[in-house]
């Protein structure tokens, strides 16, 4: 013991003058002899240098780190006999000479010789693909996290069935509801894949409402993408799904268009993938269908010149939705190299134009086939377009914003402005009120004239005053003298010529204010939120 303390008391001092753990650059050469297995020298180097037996390199690692790293059974026993920590810890998350164990010899040693376990031992071996440790672990009271199980590292079958042996289910997931069947599909391994979907990991969505499927695509994972094509195309399908409205409770809206040709019918997206139908009856506003679309992402949709429905799948297909009975009743296939994520009917021009995550502006024929092609200045979202076909694309890079744009007779697309001052200052409202238009900022309101192929600032006011949690605002025309503009809980109703607030509505609203549409009647204004859908009369 008397010796144990003089080592001890010899390694804090050197610990005061420590270049290895400030320089990553620097290796001590006790751990070079350990990893090249040069196990006499290391022995020879620590007899006369036994203080290093604790020494801590880069990010605190010892000996016995190496050691174990290596799978140099042999220093790890030696080490251990001359008074190693079996629990040294270094920095990170993934600390313990156990959590390193290069192989099941060196893992079952460090265990007799006392080392403990939380959850990171396990997740390393899954990891690492070393089946036996796992088993080793799971034998030796390993426990499962339950926020994130440790069976979503599993890379092999052989992995899987260990779990499987040891009665683990394998329907958990991490923190954004990805589980195994997700992470294989991104790692490419369809064997595994399918070994562990049929051992009862299911098929579902994650928190950004991916499947699987859709998330081999984001990787582009050719093989399983083929795989799923060939073996898993009833899943894959884009599958559309009849629910109740009974009890219907509300869910966050994306997107809200009315029916052109049948007016006073809404349809909405949901960020679940539902497609609602309202119907307004009077001053009121009544679910009246409801469809679930087995798709990750729906930026929006639009309806082609007969009033049906057409849903954008993020990759080379359209859904077309037949809008009286809400059955899909169509898929159009596009060129594979089309790959559309949003889309939107031009009725003055007879095309419809669309946009991709590859920042690509696209213009189609009613029929669907390519025009042009043009690159987009930024991302685009869902735009809006005027009678004269100005398009305000909302953008985004890093921050989302307003692009205008103008499809010219010879059906080229041009740039015309991006509304960004600065960061944190960017336009998160615009409406058009025909070759005029306004656009919100967070402190300011602007009004502008489309001339020319110009844009002249006609007017800018302040809204300072006017706040919501995240500074947006939001913008419709009541009509061709009054602009309305939402922010947060309030409406405020501006005279566009006097350049005055007419009047200013508090909401009582449960949460702040996401969108605002005049209907086409010019009769009553619609106003969603995270928590709710509002009628109102104006």
């Not at 960020?271 to 001053?283: E, Q, T």
């Not at 506003?285 to 679309?293: G, Y």
């Not at 800018?460 to 913008?475: A, G, N, V």
Request: charged share 25%; aromatic share 12%.
């Amino acid at each position: 013991m008397r010796l144990l303390n003089i080592l001890v008391n010899k390694f804090r001092k050197t610990t005061e003058t420590n270049i290895y753990q400030n320089d990553h650059t620097q290796t001590p050469e006790i751990f070079i002899l350990i990893r090249e297995h040069k196990n006499e020298e290391a022995k020879k180097h620590l007899k006369h240098n036994p203080s290093e037996i604790f020494l801590k390199g880069w990010m605190d690692d010892t000996p016995l780190h190496i050691a174990s790293l290596s799978g140099n059974f042999e220093m790890v026993k030696h080490l251990l006999n001359k008074g190693a920590n079996v629990n040294s810890e270094r920095s990170g998350i993934y600390t313990t000479p156990l959590c390193w164990a290069d192989n099941y010899e060196i893992a079952k040693y460090l265990l007799e010789k006392g080392a403990t376990m939380n959850d990171r031992e396990l997740f390393c071996a899954t990891q690492e693909n070393k089946s036996e440790i796992v088993d080793l672990l799971l034998n030796n009271g390993a426990k499962i996290n339950n926020y994130e199980p440790e069976y979503l590292q599993c890379k092999s079958i052989e992995c899987i069935k260990i779990y499987l042996k040891h009665k683990i289910e394998l329907n958990g997931c991490d923190e954004n509801k990805s589980n195994l069947l997700h992470k294989l599909a991104w790692l490419d391994l369809p064997e595994v894949f399918d070994f562990a979907y049929k051992n009862g990991s299911q098929w579902q969505k994650d928190s950004s409402n991916r499947t699987p499927y859709y998330l081999a695509k984001q990787g582009n994972c050719k093989n399983i993408l083929n795989h799923f094509e060939k073996y898993y195309s009833e899943i894959i399908s884009n599958k559309v799904t009849s629910l109740s409205t009974e009890n219907y409770h509300y869910n966050r809206i994306f997107f809200l268009k009315e029916n052109p040709i049948k007016l006073s019918t809404f349809i909405v997206l949901t960020k679940n993938s539902n497609l609602v139908k309202y119907s307004k009856y009077g001053n009121e506003i009544i679910v009246n269908k409801i469809i679930n679309i087995d798709l990750p992402t729906i930026r929006n949709f639009t309806f082609d010149y007969k009033g049906n429905i057409v849903i954008p799948t993020g990759d080379n297909k359209l859904l077309i939705i037949e809008e009286e009975s809400f059955n899909h009743t169509k898929t159009i296939t596009l060129p594979e190299n089309l790959v559309l994520d949003q889309i939107t009917y031009i009725q003055s021009r007879n095309l419809y134009i669309g946009s991709s995550q590859n920042w690509e502006i696209i213009l189609l024929s009613e029929n669907f086939e390519i025009i042009s092609r043009t690159e987009a200045q930024d991302g685009t979202l869902s735009p809006k377009i005027n009678h004269n076909n100005l398009i305000a694309f909302n953008s985004y890079d890093q921050e989302t914003y307003f692009n205008l744009y103008h499809l010219k007779e010879n059906l080229s697309v041009q740039f015309i402005h991006c509304f960004f001052k600065e960061w944190n200052n960017t336009s998160s409202g615009f409406a058009f009120n025909g070759n005029e238009f306004a656009v919100s900022f967070p402190n300011e309101l602007e009004y502008y004239l489309f001339k020319d192929d110009t844009i002249t600032k006609i007017w800018e006011m302040d809204i300072s005053k006017y706040k919501s949690r995240h500074q947006l605002s939001y913008l419709a025309f009541k009509d061709e003298k009054v602009i309305l503009i939402g922010i947060g809980k309030t409406i405020l109703f501006i005279d566009k010529q006097e350049k005055k607030i007419l009047q200013e509505i508090q909401l009582g609203l449960v949460s702040e204010i996401k969108d605002l549409y005049v209907d086409e009647s010019k009769e009553n204004l619609i106003i969603y939120t995270d928590n709710e859908l509002k009628l109102i009369q104006l």
